[in-house]
């Protein structure tokens, strides 16, 4: 079941469009923007994470996709440090492999987990965990949450195309057509 | 049927008069846990965002407690206090907190069932559960801003945090 997205009287709006500082794939000319805010313990993420690898294929070039991070840390008791070994295997030039990894083992996020990940990647496992456990990423990852935060993100996934909020289902094909309409 | 359809047909809208910017934001005195009460105006001096809600235990992912308590510290940064409220009894909202990990209080409005909510214009009668509403009260116990979400959509946190940015600015000015 996918949940209700967003009230209807209210058009949520992303305010802060994505930028230099997030991860990307894709360059950010390219005339459609995905951006997902996400939590790598969430199953509907989970969900969701085929769905845009299925779109990026789709739209090749003509797609760029963004994530942050929206962690709901008080019920997913393994979201925050997910999040950091994101951030933490981005610091070593791996966010995107690192986010695979998670979302494609989401029953599997405990610490050691995370460091036999890294160690898959080829990543400086001591500098990880060490990031990992002192919460190095932490305001950034919090940047994330509250920029999701302002703009009406009330639970994960949300995304947003061309910085407005997508309400429709989680399946490629709805969100090809609305992608699609976006471009045009 | 989506989860709105479903919420909506429990819970036809009724009628409706929602306190607005500019009313005297009724004081109240509910339990907070089986054997503590608060009062609203024990909050006086800090602005207060008073979240009426349906019913605790709906589901985790878009759940409106869990999110307004990860944003639990910005909403004291901007000088707030923060208090759910719904017509489950305390014991229920001591389970629901504990199993949520929530660290603000959860009112139970309970007995006389709803009347708080009726006070702010938020209670669906025939339904016998309250608006999913928000009210920001400032802190002379004025309602500075109110928004009733339909009932299965989680309003978010943006109108509360816009709504604080501009006690505050207020405030300095």
Not at chain 1, 129 to 145: K, P
Not at chain 2, 47 to 68: I, N
Not at chain 2, 69 to 90: R, T
Not at chain 2, 97 to 113: G, N, Q, T, V
Request: net charge negative.
């Amino acid at each position: 079941m996918i949940r209700p997205l967003g009230a209807e009287n209210r058009r949520a709006i992303l305010t802060f469009p994505i930028a230099g500082r997030d991860h990307i794939q894709g360059s950010t000319d390219a005339p459609i923007k995905l951006l997902e805010y996400g939590d790598f313990e969430c199953p509907y993420c989970g969900r969701a994470y085929p769905v845009v690898k299925a779109i990026q294929r789709e739209l090749g070039d003509n797609l760029c996709f963004g994530f942050r991070h929206f962690p709901i840390t008080t019920v997913h008791d393994h979201a925050e440090h997910a999040a950091e070994a994101a951030e933490a295997a981005g610091a070593q030039g791996k966010f995107w492999e690192m986010h695979a990894l998670l979302f494609e083992n989401q029953d599997a996020l405990e610490d050691e987990d995370l460091a036999r990940y890294a160690e898959i990647l080829g990543l400086n496992v001591r500098q990880f965990m060490a990031e990992i456990l002192s919460g190095a990423h932490y305001e950034r990852i919090r940047e994330d949450f509250m920029a999701g935060v302002r703009a009406g993100v009330n639970g994960t996934p949300t995304f947003f195309i061309n910085g407005e909020r997508y309400e429709g289902v989680l399946d490629p094909q709805s969100l090809l057509a609305v992608l699609t309409r976006a471009a045009a | 049927m989506n989860k709105q359809e479903i919420y909506e047909n429990m819970y036809p809208a009724g009628r409706r008069a929602v306190l607005s910017r500019g009313d005297a934001a009724p004081d109240f005195n509910l339990r907070s846990t089986p054997d503590q009460w608060l009062k609203l105006s024990d909050f006086r001096g800090q602005p207060v965002v008073l979240a009426f809600y349906p019913a605790d235990w709906s589901p985790v992912c878009g759940d409106q407690m869990t999110l307004y308590n990860e944003i639990l510290s910005e909403f004291h940064a901007l000088g707030a206090a923060l208090i759910g409220i719904s017509v489950d009894g305390a014991w229920c909202h001591a389970a629901f907190a504990k199993d949520r990990k929530l660290h603000f209080p959860l009112l139970s409005d309970f007995e006389p069932k709803g009347d708080v909510a009726r006070l702010y214009g938020v209670y669906r009668n025939g339904d016998g559960v309250s608006e999913r509403a928000l009210f920001v009260i400032d802190s002379e116990g004025i309602v500075y801003w109110s928004y009733v979400s339909p009932i299965g959509v989680n309003p978010g946190a943006d109108g509360i945090i816009s709504a604080l940015e501009d006690l505050q600015k207020r405030k300095a000015a």
